[in-house]
């Protein structure tokens, strides 16, 4: 076994391990996802390398198995399967994946793999494994030993593995891989922290977050999760291969905070690991260095309140999704290829008729998914029956009859089924757009049942301050549409609730102690909703503006007129009124993409490159060396907003310049910011790969704020 890891810490470029003698990266390599830098950092640095390791040692001329038994904890498990399928680890010898926690039978012939969380609990499963006791009738596994931790290991768990002589004879790598985090999507990724527990008890990392020391109701990034957070940041930055300039909103202690503790964990990692190269380096004359903008959940608590209507966003609202795992009707029966193999058949219903509940799994390796998941849901509904009628019609064109040449109607869900069993030949295709159309449909069906069209209306015009028409009206008009709204739903508190939080969070309080209580009244909350309402002033957001409170006068003029919630300038691209409104986020994403964001507004924790602030423009040296719109009108009831502006999801991609910009989003990030953070790198040209505690639907961070505690 090594006498010191430290040299032993890996970090993923896609062509090596960051050796010192390592050529440079090609230009191209930021053209791949982070999706794929993880894959390749496991299939080639963990899986191939250990099993040629086990091949050298003759292993299998000895008597024993070539073959690699894969141990993991709940965290790792979830890091390789964001990544990496089970056929990709049996082609690279992994003969079975066994759990850390469970009791395991031997292996005595195979060489075994831990790829673990640097925790204490697992660290010590896995000196366990390999203590002496009776009972044991020798070790578990054979005698070549590959640890791998997806992050830094403490030196005092590092001291205990050294006091396993059983386990360190047997050590042949011990290596810090840096893949702390799940994969999202292609270039999105999160931490899996602030989730409740099982029993429903609250994660405390809002509490940690926002109610500790610090101003204005700031946290402190000295607590236990705040530290794992941030280091955990820094294993994305150090697979990245980038050494980010990190900024910050200058009126936010937190992220302040946050900014300099992670500035010092990357200082350290870069400085203890000597062979790890970055972009922007001075050896790598093709690239710029990277940007880190830390930004905080408490800043925008209105984008993951607001309803949105793109697909991602109303399947994870309106529908019961289980990590990317969902479980919708299939009408007309089991559907075969692709669409009950996702996630393994159905029950009920049979050929021919009736439905059956079959699982789905949303992510990158549903092409139809990706292409689909930030677009209206009324353009989803037309695209997929668009792309079911051209198969319809480009076969035999009797499968359905006279209805398959019907020509801008869209589908119904019983004919595409009927298409379905009719053409065999597209089964695996028909199969893949039927079920997104019937997952759409439920989508529209939770809509309707929920009278959204008009809420949303509503909601629009309270977070953009102006009605479709470019109308700004009076708050007192608004606020009376909201009783109206809650007087329409007297049994769905939960919607009562985000609509009383919109009208709140987007005028920055109500004006007037009086309209608080009028509206309480009407909204008839549960204790836990008051709970979740009232925290939001724990976030920043006050219930009541406080000028209105010193000033009689003053709240009678915020009165007359509704605000808008972050920037009036920022011009949404979609052509739904439904979809007016744009997170603040996204204008922050465009203007550090093109070098324009200001650095009073959001300084540098290290001097950036140049006084124009233009990000990642300079190589410097290593620092180991010293309009008009319609109303509701058009099919289904969506209103088309404006002709003008096309969203990035259909768009043409420009090709990638720039430095890469890493955003992270301390509290979660909702499902509006990811779509904002890939349009922006469509409509940029540059890589964006967004990040966050963990990514947040509506009842998410209602849930978060019921945490935060009612003291």
């Known amino acids: 076994m090594p006498s010191s890891r430290r040299h032993k810490s890996s970090s993923r470029s896609s062509s090596s391990n960051g050796g010192e003698d390592d050529a440079p990266p090609p230009p191209t390599e930021r053209a791949i996802s982070l999706r794929e830098i993880v894959r390749r950092h496991l299939l080639t640095d963990v899986f191939e390398a250990s099993g040629a390791a086990v091949q050298r040692s003759g292993a299998a001329a000895a008597g024993g198995s070539s073959w690699l038994v894969l141990v993991v904890d709940p965290e790792s498990l979830r890091v390789v399967s964001s990544s990496v ?42 000196v366990e494994d390999w203590t002496p ?33 059983e386990l360190v004879t047997r050590v042949k790598v011990l290596k810090e891989v840096n893949l702390d985090f799940l994969i999202k999507e292609a270039s999105a990724f999160h931490f899996d922290m602030g989730k409740p527990d099982k029993d429903g008890t609250p994660s405390p990392l809002y509490r940690e977050l926002y109610l500790k020391s610090g101003g204005g109701g700031g946290g402190s990034p000295g607590g236990p999760l705040s530290d794992r957070m941030i280091s955990k940041l820094v294993t994305v930055c150090a697979t990245l291969n980038e050494y980010p300039h990190v900024r910050y909103p200058a009126k936010n202690e937190l992220c302040k905070d946050l900014a300099f503790s992670f500035q010092q964990k990357m200082n350290d990692f870069v400085g203890s690991n000597a062979s790890w190269w970055y972009h922007g380096d001075g050896s790598h004359p093709n690239t710029e260095r990277a940007t880190l903008l830390l930004v905080d959940r408490k800043d925008d608590c209105l984008s993951p309140l607001v309803h949105e209507f793109t697909y991602e966003a109303m399947v994870r609202d309106l529908l019961d999704v289980d990590d990317d795992r969902i479980t919708y009707e299939s009408v007309g029966g089991k559907e075969g290829g692709g669409g009950g193999a996702e996630g393994g058949g159905g029950e009920g219903g049979g050929e021919g008729g009736g439905s059956s509940k079959m699982d789905a799994l949303l992510n990158d390796n549903d092409e139809v998914w990706v292409e689909l998941r930030g677009r209206h849901i009324a353009d ?154 009232r925290n939001l002033e724990k976030m920043g957001c006050p219930l009541v503006n406080p000028e209105g409170k010193k000033n009689g006068k003053l709240a009678r003029l915020r009165d007359q007129r509704v605000s808008s919630f972050g920037s009036s300038n920022l011009a949404s691209e979609s052509e739904y009124s439904s979809s007016r409104y744009v997170c603040p986020l996204k204008g922050v994403l465009e203007e550090s993409a093109n070098g324009k964001l200001s650095v009073e507004e959001y300084p540098s924790v290290m001097p950036l490159p140049d006084p124009d602030a233009v990000l990642g423009s300079s190589v410097i040296k290593s620092v180991r060396r010293p309009n008009e719109s319609v109303r509701k009108t058009g099919s289904g009831g969506w209103a088309k907003a404006s002709a003008a502006g096309q969203s990035a999801q259909g768009g043409k991609k420009k090709g990638r310049t720039g430095a890469r910009q890493i955003v992270f989003v301390a509290g979660g990030a909702c499902y509006s910011e990811l779509r904002a953070a890939r349009e922006v790198a469509v409509g940029a040209g540059t890589e964006v790969v967004m990040g966050s505690t963990r990514c947040v639907a509506p009842a998410d961070f209602v849930g978060d704020l019921v945490g935060l505690g009612s003291g």
């Open 133 to 165: 006791t009776k009972g044991k009738k020798g070790p578990p596994y054979g005698d070549a030993v590959f640890l791998y931790f997806l992050g830094r290991l403490p030196d005092q768990l590092f001291g205990y593995i050294k006091t396993c002589k």
């Open 85 to 126: 399928g089970m056929y990709n680890l049996m082609e690279h010898r992994v003969s079975i994946v066994e759990d850390l926690t469970k009791k395991r039978a031997p292996f005595r012939d195979q060489a075994v793999l831990y790829l673990v969380e640097p925790n204490e609990a697992s660290v010590k499963r896995i």
């Open 380 to 533: 989803v509904i037309q695209t997929l029956s668009s792309k079911i009628r051209d198969i319809v019609n480009s076969s035999t064109g009797s499968a359905l009859g006279g209805s398959a040449k019907q020509s801008g109607k869209a589908l119904s869900v019983n004919q595409m089924a009927k298409a379905l069993q009719a053409l065999p030949e597209y089964r695996e295709i028909m199969s893949k757009l039927s079920q997104h159309m019937q997952i759409a449909h439920q989508c529209m069906d939770a809509f309707n049942k929920q009278g959204l069209l008009d809420l949303s209306d509503l909601e629009q015009t309270l977070a953009t301050g102006k009605t479709d028409e470019g109308r700004t009206p009076k708050l007192k008009e608004l606020l009376g549409q909201v009783v109206e709204e809650f007087r329409k739903r007297p049994n769905d508190g939960a919607t009562r609730l985000r609509l009383m939080a919109v009208a709140i969070v987007s005028q920055r309080g109500l004006s007037s102690q009086g309209d608080l209580e009028k509206l309480l009244r009407e909204a008839n909350l549960s204790q836990r909703e008051m709970t979740a309402l």
